[in-house]
């Protein structure tokens, strides 16, 4: 007879070839099942919060919707979802406050970033614009941005061209490209380093053409000057930023077609302006990465340090510790070399950052180790890639202090989440997955005020939802419903639905089907009920591998010990848990509230050559399991 215990869960689920590695160290911390649970900052197991419905949307859905956060100049949240028209959400309670016309014929390629009270928007095909509250209201505009960044793309021999300077009037002796209208006019002396002229070209025609003065030119011929011409980075022609992010108070833009590696840092504090200037450290930035093979830039992220994800490589934009970056001290360093998903934006905590390897199907750690201002990656769901679904979204949700959880939420495509709970000090690295109820596909997730929110959509029908997760919530969809004289509850968005959860004061009132958009249930008549859907709850333990010569054995489990939080009614191998057993309280004794105890089930199962416990829960109830313990007998095959 041998005992196994387990006290921790720190290690997530695990995938199927790893069920047999007991040689793995993390063995007996991790579960071959941890459905809809999380995992806590001590290594305990818990039921994941449910959802709360917020409200309906019922303008045509295209499928492709995305939700973000903006504010007001009063702080004030709201939520914006993106789909053929900005739809602006209040909060509380949830209200259609505004909708602004879109020139985004879908979301994809969209990047955005938030700034205060504005949302910059960027896409390749489009100049960059911003969501912004105005005082009064929320407006949508492109972004004026002035002067453009300037790049010289080599492809116009201006030094062929001789020039003649009067004011701010430039004469040449041919013309010049039509491409270079908001680019930049920059001369030089003829035998010293210092700029003696700059200026953002504002007109072109057959004759020359005409500058905004950012350096007062001297008049006169300026043939044997160095001058240089230098045409927008971005427009029309060369392809729009994709992109965005506020950093160090610059406003950042990035990969655009004609210069898929490149990297444009507006002017400190001045998020418009893009004039380089004679490269002050408040003037704008503009670098290429030159690396070959590093394929365009996929995604910009603010840890840390100013972190640059291409398709091959991620670097970093090395300065001094806790030195802002300048045009003289930008400069970038390769890290790693996995290539990211562009499917996914990075999020960081802290000094931590985490993104999606390019296949999708795995979750590094991109971690400053302040030693040569270096970076590691590290493969964090090595042992959970089946968790890993090529995501779509990631977002962050904070620990409210150092005694409380970290959660990233990765969104996959068939609408389910992978939860990565992680608290480096305690060695909690896990990932779990979330599905929710049959009837519910989640399209998008962003965390607003530090709250997830949750943009939905039922199968059996077109509304749009609205939810959140709530820590006293135990179902999904969940909301209290007008109980009329007659028990009907008029409950349209679940129509069609077989099995909607009811609740009163804590009383289960069981399953039910919504027909005719009706339950009815005389009991509840003139009440407030509480309606919802449940999710299926599962941990299963890893199997015990040990016992003498245990490759001939078969095992059966003799006794098993539960030792579990606030909960209620729960099955261990499939028998019910509805009571306290532990110093000689009686059994079947019925409670209304969770309870705090230790669950011992004798003979649990039967013979199997691999046996584990497998506790499970489809009722709206708590469950936080803290430890698991079982005796195993063994027996010859």
Same mark, same amino acid.
């Given at each position: 007879?041998?005992?196994?215990?387990?006290?921790?869960?720190?290690?997530?689920?695990?995938?199927?070839?790893?069920?047999?590695?007991?040689?793995?160290?993390?063995?007996?911390?991790?579960?071959?099942? #941890?459905?809809?649970? %999380?995992?806590?900052?001590?290594?305990? &197991?818990?039921?994941?919060?449910?959802?709360?419905?917020?409200?309906?949307?019922?303008?045509?859905?295209?499928?492709?919707?995305?939700?973000?956060?903006?504010?007001?100049?009063?702080?004030?949240?709201?939520?914006?979802?993106?789909?053929?028209?900005?739809?602006?959400?209040?909060?509380?309670?949830?209200?259609?406050?505004?909708?602004?016309? @879109?020139?985004?014929?879908?979301? %994809?390629?969209?990047?955005?970033?938030?700034?205060?009270?504005?949302?910059?928007?960027?896409?390749?095909?489009?100049?960059? &614009?911003?969501?912004?509250?105005?005082?009064?209201?929320?407006?949508?505009?492109?972004?004026?941005?002035?002067?453009?960044?300037?790049?010289?793309?080599?492809?116009?021999?201006?030094?062929?061209?001789?020039?003649?300077?009067? %004011?701010?009037?430039?004469?040449?002796? @041919?013309?010049?490209?039509?491409?270079?209208?908001?680019?930049?006019?920059?001369?030089?002396?003829?035998?010293?380093?210092?700029?003696?002229?700059?200026?953002?070209?504002?007109?072109?025609?057959?004759?020359?053409?005409?500058?905004?003065?950012?350096?007062?030119?001297?008049?006169?011929?300026?043939?044997?000057?160095?001058?240089? #011409?230098?045409?927008? /980075?971005?427009?029309? #022609?060369?392809?729009?930023?994709?992109?965005?992010?506020?950093?160090?108070?610059?406003?950042?833009?990035?990969?655009?077609?004609?210069?898929?590696?490149? *990297?444009?840092?507006?002017?400190?504090?001045?998020?418009?302006?893009?004039?380089?200037?004679?490269?002050?450290?408040?003037? &704008?930035?503009?670098?290429?990465?030159?690396?070959?093979?590093?394929?365009?830039?996929?995604?910009?992220?603010?840890?840390?340090?100013?972190? *640059?994800?291409?398709?091959?490589?991620?670097?970093?934009?090395?300065?001094?510790?806790?030195?802002?970056?300048?045009?003289?001290?930008?400069?970038?360093?390769?890290?790693?070399?996995?290539?990211?998903?562009?499917?996914?934006?990075?999020?960081?905590?802290?000094?931590?950052?985490?993104?999606?390897?390019?296949?999708?199907?795995? *979750?590094?750690?991109?971690?400053?180790?302040?030693?040569?201002?270096?970076?590691?990656?590290?493969?964090?769901?090595?042992?959970?890639?089946?968790?890993?679904?090529?995501?779509?979204?990631?977002? #962050?949700?904070?620990?409210?202090?150092?005694?409380?959880?970290?959660?990233?939420?990765?969104?996959?495509?068939?609408?389910?989440?992978?939860?990565?709970?992680? /608290?480096?000090?305690?060695?909690?690295?896990?990932?779990?997955?979330?599905?929710?109820?049959?009837?519910?596909?989640? $399209?998008?997730?962003?965390? *607003?005020?530090?709250?997830?929110? $949750?943009?939905?959509?039922?199968?059996?029908?077109?509304?749009?939802? $609205?939810?959140?997760?709530?820590?006293?919530?135990?179902?999904?969809?969940?909301?209290?419903?007008?109980?009329?004289?007659?028990?009907?509850?008029?409950?349209?968005?679940?129509?069609?639905?077989?099995?909607?959860?009811?609740?009163?004061?804590?009383?289960?009132?069981?399953?039910? &089907?919504?027909?005719?958009?009706?339950?009815?249930?005389?009991?509840?008549?003139?009440?407030?009920?509480?309606?919802? $859907?449940?999710?299926?709850?599962?941990?299963?333990?890893?199997?015990?591998?040990?016992?003498?010569?245990?490759?001939?054995?078969?095992?059966?489990?003799?006794?098993?010990?539960?030792?579990?939080?606030?909960?209620?009614?729960?099955?261990?191998?499939?028998?019910?848990?509805?009571?306290?057993?532990?110093?000689?309280? %009686?059994?079947?004794?019925?409670?209304?509230?969770?309870?705090?105890?230790?669950?011992?089930?004798?003979?649990?199962?039967?013979?199997?050559?691999?046996?584990?416990?497998?506790?499970?829960?489809?009722?709206?109830?708590?469950?936080?399991?803290?430890?698991?313990?079982?005796?195993?007998?063994?027996?010859?095959?």
């Amino acid at each position: 007879m041998a005992i196994v215990r387990q006290t921790s869960f720190k290690t997530g689920e695990i995938d199927a070839l790893q069920y047999t590695r007991s040689d793995f160290p993390e063995y007996m911390t991790a579960a071959q099942s #941890l459905k809809n649970m %999380e995992i806590t900052v001590t290594g305990t &197991a818990q039921k994941r919060s449910g959802t709360l419905l917020l409200g309906l949307i019922e303008n045509p859905l295209r499928g492709d919707e995305k939700i973000a956060q903006i504010r007001d100049r009063n702080n004030n949240n709201y939520l914006v979802l993106i789909s053929d028209k900005f739809y602006v959400y209040d909060l509380n309670p949830l209200t259609l406050k505004f909708i602004i016309n @879109s020139p985004y014929p879908s979301t %994809e390629g969209l990047d955005w970033a938030n700034d205060n009270d504005s949302l910059i928007f960027v896409h390749n095909n489009y100049p960059p &614009a911003r969501l912004y509250f105005n005082g009064i209201d929320f407006v949508f505009e492109i972004l004026n941005i002035y002067p453009l960044p300037a790049y010289d793309f080599g492809d116009f021999d201006y030094t062929r061209i001789t020039f003649n300077i009067s %004011e701010d009037r430039i004469k040449t002796s @041919s013309p010049i490209p039509q491409s270079y209208l908001w680019g930049q006019f920059l001369a030089k002396g003829r035998s010293v380093e210092d700029l003696i002229g700059c200026g953002v070209i504002n007109s072109i025609d057959a004759y020359g053409f005409t500058v905004d003065m950012h350096i007062p030119f001297m008049n006169g011929d300026f043939s044997g000057s160095q001058v240089s #011409l230098r045409e927008p /980075a971005f427009s029309s #022609l060369a392809g729009w930023p994709s992109k965005v992010i506020y950093y160090q108070n610059r406003l950042w833009f990035a990969s655009t077609a004609k210069l898929p590696s490149g *990297i444009f840092g507006s002017k400190i504090n001045r998020p418009v302006n893009f004039d380089v200037g004679t490269g002050k450290d408040s003037e &704008a930035i503009i670098y290429c990465i030159g690396q070959e093979d590093c394929g365009k830039i996929l995604w910009l992220n603010g840890g840390k340090q100013l972190e *640059i994800y291409t398709e091959n490589y991620e670097f970093s934009c090395q300065q001094g510790q806790d030195q802002p970056l300048t045009p003289s001290t930008f400069n970038l360093k390769q890290q790693s070399s996995f290539g990211v998903s562009e499917k996914i934006k990075p999020v960081t905590y802290m000094n931590d950052s985490y993104f999606v390897a390019k296949k999708g199907n795995s *979750i590094l750690n991109f971690k400053y180790q302040g030693i040569g201002q270096s970076y590691l990656a590290q493969n964090v769901s090595m042992a959970s890639q089946h968790l890993v679904k090529s995501p779509t979204k990631a977002v #962050l949700l904070r620990g409210s202090d150092a005694s409380q959880d970290n959660f990233i939420y990765f969104l996959n495509p068939d609408g389910s989440l992978t939860t990565f709970q992680y /608290a480096t000090e305690m060695g909690l690295a896990a990932l779990t997955p979330v599905f929710f109820n049959e009837n519910i596909r989640v $399209l998008d997730i962003e965390t *607003i005020n530090n709250s997830v929110y $949750l943009f939905a959509k039922y199968k059996n029908n077109s509304y749009g939802i $609205l939810e959140m997760y709530r820590d006293f919530v135990l179902m999904d969809s969940a909301a209290y419903v007008d109980v009329n004289s007659d028990g009907n509850m008029y409950i349209p968005y679940l129509d069609g639905v077989d099995k909607v959860q009811i609740t009163f004061e804590n009383q289960d009132f069981g399953l039910h &089907a919504c027909q005719d958009k009706i339950i009815n249930i005389p009991a509840l008549a003139s009440k407030k009920a509480f309606v919802g $859907l449940n999710f299926d709850v599962e941990l299963k333990s890893m199997y015990y591998t040990g016992g003498p010569d245990s490759s001939p054995y078969k095992k059966f489990i003799t006794k098993a010990f539960v030792d579990y939080y606030k909960s209620f009614d729960f099955y261990v191998n499939g028998k019910l848990v509805n009571y306290q057993f532990y110093d000689g309280i %009686e059994k079947n004794t019925i409670f209304k509230e969770a309870q705090t105890g230790v669950a011992i089930i004798d003979y649990v199962g039967g013979w199997h050559k691999h046996k584990n416990l497998t506790i499970t829960q489809k009722a709206p109830y708590n469950l936080h399991i803290i430890s698991i313990a079982y005796q195993i007998s063994y027996s010859k095959i």
